[in-house]
């Protein structure tokens, strides 16, 4: 009999189901959209029969022990989704009590990162560490830090908000309305920002001159560094820089083991890595030489988002 | 029989001893010099005879259940004070082991900073806390930092080291070598630098352009203030703002219910803790307002370094 665990991840477009095994063996996925539903109680029973279709053809002797929630401005603490931008419910949600209308199991839910980092520990590259952070690099930037073998919630489940450190003063703004934070420079976005500021800035001539800002993304710019383009490359390295010196801060902070970028932008490997890497290095305080690592995360090739949900299950048995 | 713990605090001037029940209170302590003498085993000994000393002078029965050391540069795990620029033992000193053969009781040591966190928890105003963090602001800046109710050590104890976060890109030298670091802007020394560069930049009339550098301290910059001087005014202002912005960003990593202020730029009351509000409030995502507050330490009018150390050992039973 397979202990498994249903893996919800919840976007702005699409939700994201699956069944996981302890192992991070995943039996059978799917996505529906998250949107145009008559309200929330018919995305949950939505997202029910989803997963009971799931279940019909898992052909091995199963039982669910639990389901595991991943999704943005999701608290811990109260079961609740809250004031998410990217979601159609407003307000407050009480999506863990409604669930266990729907299903009589051990439910969790916490934000995309936190997930991720659990995920990471679990099945990712972190199993043996009790000290790490996973920063996810997608449209903006998240966060999840554990200490102690734990995750840190913090006071009110709002711990690990690093994309909105500000690291800039009068700097860029961002989707909070506030200038300088972190995640408009450090994200696939802040990327492609960084591109729009150097075809500004510079006159070297550039494929990516070529590019409206709504179809530029990270793989055309990747393209572009492969190639040698002068602003692909140099917007690389600026992303690179702000980064490295952010996690060297990081590093005094909570001092991790290990740092694992996850998400688009970490997917152009060598060319984020190479950088971020270097600044880090040299921004470090000399007694943590040699005691932190930069990795990718041991999810990237995964279906990260549905396996990390359902860790959340793991983590408390 | 009371149970009662030694607390030291090794100090780069002098050490401090103590005798320290659980409830906090001290019975008995002393002040004798950290140097001059012939070798570390001599200081141990001579550490040994004093708290000798205060134990004949108990007069309750009483049993010693532990020994806390709270150091400059210690590491929690390995028990060990390694290169502390401060002392004049060089390189890795094995204190704990040292210890173990003068005292045949549990004996723990981390920094002062890690000590005055669970000093805060033990004693102070955290005691119903589980995510709180406290900032000593001395001749340095130190931080000890506290989430489900346990201190981040981090992978090597080097955790908390938030002294020395890069702020400002090309700023202020720092003792470490580096230009940029918080403790050069938030620190009693920090601030007295921040009176020199205005008193450069400025041309107002100021008491403060009587003193030379190594003749100002915090208190003489305090007494400017309450007599409304615009140069003293003015360094405090910046002093919170720098603090209340970076206190901001503490607030996005770990989410601490409360940040508690202790030592000597904390002892300036109003002066530091208006502006540090201030630009900490001015300065949080909206969703953590009213989640976090600004306080004193519990333990500034006690003898913080003693209770600090000694704390160590009634969080260990």
């Not at 931008?85 to 009589?104: F, Q, S, T």
């Not at 001092?255 to 971020?276: N, R, S, V, Y």
Request: glycine share 12%.
């Amino acid at each position: 009999m397979k202990n498994i665990a249903i893996g919800i991840d919840i976007g702005g477009t699409l939700t994201k189901v699956g069944l996981v095994d302890k192992e991070g063996e995943l039996y059978g996925h799917l996505d529906f959209p998250t949107t145009g539903h008559t309200d929330f109680d018919a995305y949950l029973d939505a997202l029910r029969n989803h997963a009971e279709k799931l279940k019909k053809d898992l052909h091995i002797p199963y039982q669910i022990v639990g389901v595991g929630i991943g999704a943005p401005n999701a608290n811990y603490y109260r079961g609740t989704i809250e004031y998410a931008a990217n979601l159609e419910w407003k307000g407050i949600v009480p999506i863990l009590e409604k669930m266990k209308l729907r299903y009589d199991l051990p439910t969790y839910i916490t934000n995309d990162a936190n997930a991720a980092a659990i995920g990471e520990m679990i099945y990712g590259n972190a199993s043996d560490m009790k000290d790490f952070m996973v920063i996810t690099l997608g449209t903006g930037l998240g966060s999840g830090i554990v200490t102690n073998g734990q995750l840190i919630y913090g006071y009110d489940a709002q711990a690990g908000e690093l994309g909105h450190l500000m690291i800039a003063e009068g700097g860029r703004m961002c989707g909070t309305g506030r200038r300088g934070c972190l995640e408009a420079y450090v994200s696939s976005t802040g990327l492609k920002r960084t591109v729009f500021y150097l075809l500004c800035d510079s006159m070297e001539d550039s494929v990516l001159r070529d590019y409206a800002f709504n179809d530029l993304h990270g793989e055309i710019i990747t393209k572009a560094a492969e190639d040698g383009d002068p602003i692909a490359l140099e917007a690389y390295r600026m992303t690179g820089e702000i980064l490295g010196k952010q996690l060297a801060n990081f590093v005094a902070y909570s001092h991790p083991q290990a740092i694992f970028l996850l998400g688009g932008l970490a997917k152009a490997g060598k060319w984020i890595f190479e950088p971020t890497e270097r600044y880090l290095k040299d921004s470090l305080l000399p007694f943590y030489e040699g005691k932190v690592q930069l990795q990718p995360s041991g999810m990237m090739e995964k279906n990260a988002a549905i396996l990390g949900a359902a860790a959340l299950v793991w983590d408390h048995q």
